[in-house]
């Protein structure tokens, strides 16, 4: 889980909406009594995803701001680097530079052998 750049960035895609409840309210009771064919308002990944999801928190809390600021701002606002480069004052070169270095950071959090003592629930 969250092994590969492209993991990661798929974790924080889907982070938000795409897994968020389909209807205003969760609470109401179906008409025609519910049954097996009632539509679940919850999106079908909702339940196999919390876990990616929790780790995927987990880990961010371990990275610097600045990185966590740039990896929100590009996946889950969906804001373009350009974007992200002027609002934080930085070069776009130092956006893309941020970037990375957090995808690998999330991913060598995940390695057994480099943080194998670290109770990361302790700091979230």
């Known amino acids: 889980m969250l092994d590969t750049p492209f993991a990661v960035e ?8 795409p897994l968020q409840p389909r209807t205003g309210s969760v ?20 339940l196999g995803e919390l876990e990616e999801r929790g780790e995927l928190r987990r880990r961010l809390a371990w990275i610097g701001d ?10 889950i606002e969906g804001a373009k ?19 990375g270095t957090a995808l690998s950071a999330i991913i ?10 670290a109770d990361v629930d302790e700091f979230c």
């Open 66 to 75: 600045e990185e966590a600021v740039v990896l929100f701002r590009w996946y």
């Open 27 to 46: 609470t109401t009771i179906p008409r025609g009594g519910g049954g097996a064919g009632s539509s679940s308002p919850f999106h079908p990944a909702l």
């Open 81 to 99: 680097p350009e974007v992200i480069a002027k609002e934080m004052g930085r070069s776009l070169r130092h956006v893309y530079r941020r970037r």
């Open 108 to 117: 060598a959090l995940g390695r057994a052998d480099d943080f194998s003592d």
């Open 10 to 17: 798929r974790a924080l895609t889907r982070y938000t909406d």
